[in-house]
């Protein structure tokens, strides 16, 4: 039953995964269903989703940065609207120590960073002062095959060594290989199908597949139509060893791993 360490409490779940609900607050995210403010967040959270993903600053292929006090615009009145009726564990994906500061004060749990702690030396500070837990991700193309597992594993784990250097908690440190960022299909296939080697098991790992060009290129569908295709790679990588999948289709994401833990249980 994979378990998390919050910083006022621990969350679990009966599934082989935790299941992490995308909100994003912004206009130019690849997969307009993901688009939304508080009454997307909900409905995600009514579905199952044990934990939401919220963001301000789209990062699909030929994204822009935003200021910092564009993505607090974003996402506080979200954040706030969902704590008004929601203690679901709230993780913000950002880049940027202010706008985690912000978040935190409305109650968010959880540092969800593309740039694994790299972009703001800050961040991972806060994280560490108000012992928080922290994702790590992998940006970039890397070599082939399955070669890319080590390789983007030694990244992580680099990347981890500074998230403890910086007092965060070792059992707080969750490591993601960044499907889709840089990377080529063969990458993408390979980590999907072995992410659970990543950093020879260390640390937990969190696959964010969904509707992903990686699933299209294997299905050859849109973006709008690549659920089925998301789901089968979840629950191959939920196989492999992953303890977290970020998904924009909460409902049929849980209903795959129930279905996954009744036939293991047999």
């Given amino acids: 039953m994979p378990s998390l360490n919050l910083a006022d409490r621990t969350i679990s779940t009966k599934r082989s995964a ?43 292929p030929g994204w822009k940065p935003v200021s910092a006090e564009e993505e607090i615009r974003r996402i506080v009145p979200v954040i706030r609207a969902v704590r008004k009726k929601s203690p679901i564990p709230i993780s913000v994906d950002t880049r940027k120590k202010s706008v985690m500061e912000a978040a935190f004060n409305e109650g968010a749990d959880i540092v969800n960073d593309v740039s694994a702690l790299e972009d703001d030396e800050e961040l991972g500070l806060f994280a560490a002062q108000k012992n928080l837990p922290v994702i790590l991700m992998h940006r970039g193309n890397c070599s082939s095959g399955k070669s890319a597992v080590c390789e983007v594993g030694k990244y992580l784990s680099s990347r981890a060594d500074y998230a403890l250097s910086c007092g965060i908690g070792k059992e707080k440190i969750i490591v993601d290989p960044g499907i889709g960022f840089g990377k080529d299909d063969d990458v993408n296939r390979a980590l999907i199908a072995d992410c659970g080697s990543l950093c020879e098991g260390t640390y937990p790992v969190l696959m964010a597949l969904s509707r992903k060009r990686v699933i299209g290129s294997m299905t050859g569908r849109d973006a709008e139509e690549r659920l089925y295709g998301t789901l089968a790679a979840d629950l191959v990588a939920v196989l492999s060893g992953a303890s977290f999948v970020r998904v924009h289709d909460v409902a049929p994401c849980v209903d795959s791993l129930a279905v996954l833990s009744a036939l293991r249980n047999i």
């Fill in 18 to 60: 935790f299941v992490m609900g995308i909100v994003n607050c912004t206009p130019d995210s690849f997969f307009a269903g993901s688009r939304g403010s508080a009454s997307l967040a909900l409905r995600l959270a009514d579905e199952g989703a044990d934990i939401l993903d919220i963001g301000g600053e789209s990062t699909r």
